[in-house]
């Protein structure tokens, strides 16, 4: 594979992306969560990222490599998605010190709990590694089988009936998911025993080339099964129902850990399948299979946000919109689509690991997910807010974010290739997604805040005021109008720009016949005010998360080159 | 061993394997189930055994010692230990689907594992590739106890008997996928039940109970 090596890079620095988590947990489990290990998990995470960039930068110039007795081995797709995990890691890393101080001070937790959960997120952290550098298919599945392990005690941290609740959930729905990826990797084996060449194994670049080869029959079955099982664990409908608990329950960084990165991680092994499984039967069976799991994802995730009363939830259905998004583009399958698909995991990544920072505080600013107890925002924490208020314009793709070019080269391949009516329904889709997210986000930032909510026609008086004392947020927000029961006339009128006429057929927010999810209400106090007016770190992972995500829609920079060749890698172009 | 003996030998422990899935979905009382399901590991581990004795395998051996073990000993164990833990008997008073209705299902599930799998015995016949369709056969009856029982319990078992299905199909398509693949399934099953172990304990602390009914707090 190597021809003409313009910089030989070590082997070993493939490992470093494995074994610096693990110190950064021995440290943890040794010194324990104080003082002067408060940075060890940021100084972790950006050592990943740094070796994940020097990794990508040997792999665009030299080609892949194998190491650790053939058991690693590296490609511009796993180097690609090393990045993605270093960058997320370090959003979710910043933001934990004050989020953990937090917790601390309003005695939901104590030294123990922190100490076990940086822990376990370093864990995490290396196990994510190992899925994507893995050379073959067994060891891909035991990693991304032991992050469900680690996750677990993570997501029920809390010990309550809800968290224990959503633990208990996650842990049965994924592990019989991923259980089904485990049928499916047997079978894919059984079928490479029996093909004319010697046998291929588990490894990736083998079954790559033994797929043409493979009995179409037992094939047929063995990706049907893969796709469905690493579906689950990606959030893709039918076995989605763990997400939007887990991501609830779970504490902020972990939440923006999972769903920034342990999805893309999962859908990484469903990119692998579908190489194989294109070689093989060709591209027609994963593309009917993936459009159905799309489909089915958009649809479930659009009817569960028009009528959302929690925050959190609200992002997590948005993540299994996103998945079924990406599981579009791929189904799509040209190397456009594909590019997409790999900028979109990397943009959601980032938008959406920022959300849940920002939604972590809104929670302990707050002290409720729910949406209609969080009036007014932007009057009490401009810059919070602000900042929540972009990452929501992000997630629903509007330019420059990274997100808005990969949703346009998703539908551009899409309707090239002559997949119009799927591309259709995506969109419209979509479109009451959008809607539904900026209704629900606007009723969390504008108004006035909860304590002056009691007297109605006053809050209505007083709308004006907020909306320009808010001034930034209110123009963002307003393109769309609300439309729901609680919406704000003032501003919906006041605002309406021309592009809203495409809306009001999708702005039918009249919410869902009432069925109310616990919400989390924390006990205790909520932060304190003289915390309050400081930006705290999480202010910082967000801006910069948002930065990075508007660079990289304007321009790929030296990611291009390493896009181009992880691209290439799927569509086995050369 | 003869062929005709390795033949019969072989159908008769899957018949085991399938019979123990169905006894399971049968039983009401926890204890009982988990009984079963320790005489369904035993099962498994001779599935082993037998594969092993007729390819004359020392390793393959001593991958059944450690099926034995795990899915005849410690599994039940952590199983029995989690039942006491729990007190009173508990009996599956009231699933989703009463048990003659389970039995009939069961019954169609084997009819459906038995055409689903028709590619893979075809792809190379022989006396293991057809007792595939026995494996898939218990995976299916595992997933049905998984989404059909009410406790806690017999949740862990359905997860269980849907895992002991995946493994005999991995074991019958006679094509080991590398010792440490091995090895981290064992390992993450293992894992697994312990984690779904602790958070049954704190359901309890949490729930006073570990009916699923009440896991009704998350929805939309």
Redesign the interface.
Known sequence: MTNAPIWDWPAWLMTAPVVLPLIGALIYALVGWRGSTRWVGVVSAACVLAAAIAIAVGVTASGPQVSFFGLLRVDALSAFLLIVIGTVALISAVATPSHLAVEVEAGRADERDCRRMVMLVQVFLALMAVAVLAAGLGVVWVAIEATTIVTAFLVGQRRDRAAVEAAWKYVVICSTGIALALLGTFLLNFAAQHTASPSPGLDWVDLVAAAPHLDPGVTRIAVALLIVGFGTKAGLAPLHAWLPDAYSQAPAPVSALMSGVLVSVAFYAVLRVKVIADAALGPEFTRALLVVLALASLILAASLLLGQRDYQRMLAYSSIENMGLVALGAAIGSPLAIAAVLLHLFGHGLVKSSLFVGAGRILQVTGSSRIDRVRGLAAREPLLAGCFGFAVLAIIAFPPFALFASELGIARAGFAAGMGWQLATALLLVLVIAASLVNHTSRMLLGTPVAAVAAPSQAAASKETVVDAAGLEAVDLAPIPAAGPFSSPPVAVRMLPARSAVVPAVAVASPIPAVVPIAIEVPGPTVADAHRSRPGAEIYAMGGALLTCAVLGLTLGPLGPLLAQATAIITRTP | MSTALYTQLLNLVAGAFLLTAVLILWRRELSGIIDVFALQGLALAALVGIIAAAEGSAELGAVAVGVLVLRAGVLPWVLRRAAAAAGAAQRETKPLVNVVSSLLAAAALTLLAYA?S???V???PSPATHAIPVGMAV?LIG?FV?VTRRL?LS?LVG?LL??NG?TA??FL???G??L??EL??SL?VL??VL??QV??T??R???GATDLDE?R????
């Open positions: 689903v028709q590619p893979l075809e792809l190379a995976v997933f998984l806690a949740q997860f849907l895992d995946i199909v991995g398509t006679a094509t996928v590398g440490i693949v981290g399934v993450d894992l697994v984690v779904l958070l049954k704190r359901m602390e949490a729930f896991l707090g998350l929805h939309d």
